[in-house]
């Protein structure tokens, strides 16, 4: 009875891989559809439905940037930026933002909306901080030249078009997107529901996920991720189920492993902490999941320190706990690099490199589990519990 109570607890993990394991490939195949779509993101005539100059701009270079917003552009030989931002819309606002570097404070923007009767808005904000308060409305340090801006409705999706005159021609410039559902209310804005950084190129129409820092310190946090909950901690969590037999060596194994792990997910929360600070990401499940799954492991390290002897009426308790604990703690380590890989629009690679370990690990418990199984079945063929006395 007590291979079938840890058996099925290694089921019921393996289970848990598995459906991270579905549900990424899934998530993944949805992200792909989207991506392979962008191209509709660009397929408007903007001549039905935009006021000249905008309707009739040739050679505009057009680059889906982030989840249904669209950029279009041209810039003339004295340096006059056109720029047509479009988004799907329902309510309340969509804003584009000119940084310095790459951070949502000091920067200006273009921000537009319909109000509840129906009416167009368009207006120029300075963000001088974080808080809705602090996004003064009317003001900034775009140079916006005298052609008047214009926002437009077609179908579900709304245009802002506007024109700026840098002194110097515009080549990688740090880009803030941001959309908020709420109404703004006497032209102040509510607070933004989601809202991302890029660094779009105006001389290539290329875009990247940040300025130089924040793409290499997303890149850092999402590799300490992979390796510290992605690689470590399930194979030191193998060792210590597999390869018991093996006695004290495994033990060792599992504790140095487990220890390697954990500072990695403690560099990965720490890279993330700096990261949000940079670009105050809306990614509040991705952030949750991460400092829960960081408590865990901190517990377990505390567990390691206060486990009782084996012969203590309690290690059974304990043994229950560590088990759970650092199960749960696994699956949503691995439910959580699914959700980064796809918050950060990390690309293929990045998918088809964990796709590819998560499946290896999987198959690795599956193989073990079974060759356990078949070392515990032939230990119970070898010193059955119990003999029958013949009948005298």
Same mark, same amino acid.
Not at 266 to 283: D, F, R, S
Not at 313 to 341: E, M, P, Q
Not at 344 to 351: I, Q
């Given at each position: 009875?007590?291979?079938? +109570?840890?058996?099925?607890?290694?089921?019921?993990?393996?289970?848990?891989?598995?459906?991270?394991?579905?549900?990424?490939?899934?998530?993944?195949?949805?992200?792909?559809?989207?991506?392979?779509?962008?191209? !509709?993101?660009?397929?408007?005539?903007?001549?039905?439905?935009?006021?000249?100059?905008?309707?009739?701009?040739?050679?505009?270079?057009?680059?889906?940037?982030?989840?249904?917003?669209?950029?279009?552009?041209?810039?003339?030989?004295?340096?006059?930026?056109?720029?047509?931002?479009?988004?799907?819309?329902?309510?309340?606002?969509?804003?584009?933002?000119?940084? +310095?570097?790459?951070?949502?404070?000091?920067?200006?923007?273009?921000?537009?909306?319909? !109000?509840?009767?129906?009416?167009? +808005?368009?207006?120029?904000?300075?963000?001088?901080?974080?808080?809705?308060?602090?996004?003064?409305?009317?003001?900034?340090?775009?140079?916006?030249?005298?052609?008047?801006?214009?926002?437009?409705?077609?179908?579900?999706?709304?245009?802002?078009? %506007?024109?700026?005159?840098?002194?110097? +021609?515009?080549?990688?410039?740090?880009?803030?997107?941001?959309?908020?559902?709420?109404?703004?209310?006497?032209?102040?804005?509510?607070?933004? @529901? @989601?809202?991302?950084?890029?660094? %779009?190129?105006?001389?290539?129409?290329?875009?990247?996920?940040?300025? !130089?820092?924040?793409?290499?310190?997303? *890149?850092?946090?999402?590799?300490?991720?992979?390796?510290?909950?992605?690689?470590?901690?399930?194979?030191?969590?193998?060792?210590?189920?597999?390869?018991?037999?093996?006695?004290?060596?495994?033990?060792?194994?599992?504790?140095?492993?487990?220890?390697?792990?954990?500072?990695?997910?403690?560099?990965?929360?720490?890279?993330?902490?700096?990261?949000?600070?940079?670009?105050?990401?809306?990614?509040?499940?991705?952030?949750?999941?991460?400092?829960?799954?960081?408590?865990?492991?901190?517990?377990?390290?505390?567990?390691?320190?206060?486990?009782?002897?084996?012969?203590?009426?309690? $290690?059974?308790?304990?043994?229950?706990?560590?088990?759970?604990?650092? $199960?749960?703690?696994?699956?949503?380590?691995?439910?959580?690099?699914?959700?980064?890989?796809?918050?950060?629009?990390?690309?293929?690679?990045?998918?088809?490199?964990?796709?590819?370990?998560?499946?290896?690990?999987?198959?690795?418990?599956?193989?073990?589990?079974?060759?356990?199984?078949?070392? *515990?079945?032939?230990?119970?063929?070898?010193?059955?519990?119990?003999?029958?006395?013949?009948?005298?």
């Amino acid at each position: 009875m007590a291979y079938s +109570r840890s058996g099925a607890s290694s089921i019921s993990l393996l289970l848990g891989f598995f459906v991270v394991w579905q549900a990424s490939l899934s998530f993944f195949a949805v992200a792909d559809e989207v991506e392979a779509g962008g191209s !509709n993101l660009c397929g408007a005539d903007l001549s039905t439905f935009l006021p000249p100059p905008y309707s009739n701009m040739s050679n505009m270079i057009c680059s889906p940037v982030w989840n249904t917003f669209a950029v279009r552009y041209t810039q003339n030989k004295d340096n006059v930026l056109t720029i047509i931002l479009s988004a799907v819309y329902t309510t309340g606002w969509v804003g584009i933002g000119f940084s +310095r570097d790459g951070m949502m404070v000091g920067s200006s923007a273009i921000v537009g909306w319909f !109000n509840k009767q129906g009416h167009a +808005r368009i207006k120029q904000y300075y963000l001088q901080g974080t808080k809705t308060t602090q996004v003064i409305p009317d003001k900034g340090e775009l140079p916006l030249t005298k052609i008047p801006s214009a926002v437009a409705l077609h179908g579900a999706t709304m245009y802002m078009a %506007f024109q700026i005159k840098p002194e110097d +021609r515009l080549t990688h410039q740090p880009i803030l997107l941001a959309f908020g559902s709420g109404y703004p209310v006497h032209n102040h804005l509510t607070h933004h @529901d @989601d809202k991302t950084t890029i660094l %779009f190129d105006f001389s290539a129409g290329s875009v990247s996920t940040g300025s !130089n820092g924040v793409v290499e310190l997303k *890149k850092n946090h999402g590799i300490l991720g992979i390796v510290g909950w992605g690689l470590f901690l399930p194979c030191g969590a193998i060792v210590a189920r597999y390869f018991r037999h093996k006695d004290p060596l495994w033990f060792y194994l599992h504790i140095s492993i487990q220890f390697v792990g954990f500072i990695f997910g403690l560099a990965t929360v720490v890279a993330g902490t700096q990261l949000y600070n940079k670009i105050h990401a809306h990614v509040r499940t991705h952030r949750g999941i991460g400092i829960f799954v960081l408590t865990l492991s901190i517990l377990q390290v505390m567990a390691f320190f206060l486990r009782p002897n084996h012969e203590a009426k309690t $290690r059974k308790y304990w043994n229950w706990y560590h088990h759970w604990v650092g $199960r749960i703690a696994l699956f949503l380590g691995a439910l959580n690099i699914v959700l980064g890989i796809q918050i950060g629009n990390a690309g293929n690679s990045w998918k088809i490199s964990y796709g590819f370990l998560l499946g290896a690990v999987l198959i690795s418990v599956f193989a073990l589990e079974v060759l356990l199984f078949m070392r *515990k079945s032939e230990k119970l063929n070898e010193n059955p519990a119990f003999q029958m006395n013949p009948v005298m």
